[in-house]
């Protein structure tokens, strides 16, 4: 048995190279109740890694359909040997753990055997330790990444595997292979006459998908002012990471002062913030001429398509501009939930930001060349790729120790310089900056002005009334990204 990659799994690994590893993650932070020993917290994890047949899967190609490539159990899986511990210097301080998991982002998957890793880092302050889960985009989207996260963890009830299941390989039988050549057309002529049956609905999808393509197209940028966030060439796979944390309650109650969504107040944080880092860098002159980013919003479309029984990514999103050259946090919140909610009522599967959408509808043969080209031009319809998950409010272990804090990582594009991602964890927004140093060479103070306009738009939202708003304010609250709408 097999499971056949979807466009969209395909297309992440043709977007694999020297300088584009194509790998997200999560670091998750615990609080321990006795003293940490890495090797006894990797052996765990190994352990129940076996038991998650996701993680036992590796990439094959297929003959048919040209260019297919599909998941197939490793017979030489270990899963000890995609299990590294580390021990961090004292004394364990965050820029120290931002240093390790920095270094882990930066080395790539190796592609021969299931694409996952875990680092587990001992010597964390206050005695804590913390474990970098690494996938490869195309084995999880961040919701996934998040599944198996969870499939590792203990939350008081028996452990569920993550939702996708991968499929298990079975010894071929003496003459399969003649069978399976001499067998083709019988297999070709049952697929055309399943898309003979299906021609109405296919006309709809190419209408809609045609939609999609002319949006795109006309939401690209030539001329645009050069983003001093992304770089059309000269990127390198160097990863820098930086966490940071956010008080919930503030960004509550800046929402309800304001209007909007949680997701809308900690966009606007992050454009202030940007604002803020940029004018105090070489790339202030972009501001002056005009730089207008904008960042893509990845939405999760699998439980759009309950009962489909596929697997993989099943991603859209939207498209928002980002006002960083609005010094108003008040001001810069309405315009960011203008942008959003425009996009929502649109919805994520229509518009330039459904390009994804796209990938699944092109052949998978013509990935291998079309894809790397198309994904080089991603800097010319964003910036930057702002994404969140929704993380149940469940208390989880591993070993008996707390979960303390979750910070997803997003991977960063091709053509893209900086990648952001967030999650709440009780009362915290955690979010991760993932940024290539080379191009980026001061990105580590922009952390701390994210967190300095969160702070402002709690003060001033203090003096802000919700009449004054253009658009009326919505109920959602939930952060959305590729985890969950947003």
Not at 115 to 141: E, M, N, S, T
Not at 223 to 229: D, E, M
Not at 325 to 339: C, I, N, Q, W
């Amino acid at each position: 048995m097999s499971q056949q990659l979807g466009g969209l799994d395909v297309s992440f690994l043709c977007l694999e190279g020297s300088t584009r590893p194509m790998h997200l993650g999560a670091v998750l932070t615990f609080a321990p109740r006795c003293r940490v020993h890495p090797a006894r917290i990797g052996r765990l994890l190994a352990e129940r890694a076996s038991e998650i047949p996701q993680l036992a899967t590796t990439v094959r190609e297929r003959w048919w359909p040209p260019g297919s490539r599909e998941w197939v159990s490793d017979p030489h899986f270990e899963p000890d040997q995609h299990i590294h511990p580390h021990v961090l210097p004292r004394p364990g301080a965050p820029e120290q753990l931002e240093s390790a998991v920095s270094a882990a982002m930066t080395q790539p998957l190796p592609m021969g055997r299931p694409p996952w890793q875990a680092h587990v880092f001992a010597g964390v302050a206050d005695g804590r330790f913390a474990v970098l889960l690494k996938l490869h985009h195309a084995l999880a989207d961040a919701a996934g990444t998040w599944a198996v996260a969870g499939a590792l963890l203990d939350d008081g009830t028996d452990r569920v595997p993550p939702p996708r299941t991968a499929a298990e390989t079975t010894t071929a039988p003496p003459g399969s292979w003649a069978r399976t050549v001499l067998g083709w057309p019988q297999r070709a002529r049952r697929e055309l006459g399943a898309l003979a049956g299906t021609a109405g609905g296919c006309a709809g999808q190419a209408v809609r998908l045609g939609g999609i393509t002319g949006a795109t197209l006309s939401a690209l940028r030539p001329g645009a002012v050069q983003s001093p966030i992304t770089t059309l060439f000269g990127g390198t796979s160097h990863r820098r990471s930086s966490l940071i944390r956010l008080p919930v309650d503030h960004l509550q109650q800046a929402r309800r002062r304001v209007g909007g969504t949680l997701n809308d107040v900690v966009l606007s944080s992050i454009a202030g913030g940007i604002g803020r880092w940029i004018r105090q860098t070489d790339a202030a002159a972009a501001l002056a001429r005009g730089w207008h980013p904008r960042a893509f919003v990845p939405v999760n479309m699998r439980h759009r398509h309950r009962g489909t029984g596929t697997g993989g990514n099943q991603l859209s999103g939207y498209l928002c501009d980002l006002p960083v050259r609005e010094t108003d946090p008040v001001e810069r919140l309405r315009s960011v939930r203008a942008s959003m909610h425009a996009n929502k009522v649109r919805g994520p599967g229509r518009g330039p930001g459904a390009f994804p959408l796209l990938a699944e509808a092109l052949p998978t043969g013509a990935h291998r060349v079309t894809t790397p080209l198309l994904g080089q031009a991603s800097a010319l319809l964003f910036d930057t790729m702002i994404s969140t998950i929704p993380v149940p409010r469940t208390t989880l272990r591993l070993d008996e120790a707390e979960l303390d804090e979750i910070y997803p990582i997003a991977p960063l594009a091709p053509g893209q310089a900086l990648a952001i991602a967030a999650a709440i964890h009780r009362d915290t927004v955690h979010l991760s900056l993932l940024s290539d140093p080379q191009v980026l060479p001061g990105v580590t103070g922009l952390g701390g002005q994210i967190a300095k306009e969160a702070a402002s738009l709690h003060a001033n939202g203090a003096q802000a009334t919700e009449h004054n708003s253009q658009v009326h304010p919505m109920a959602i609250t939930k952060m959305g990204s590729s985890g969950s709408t947003p």
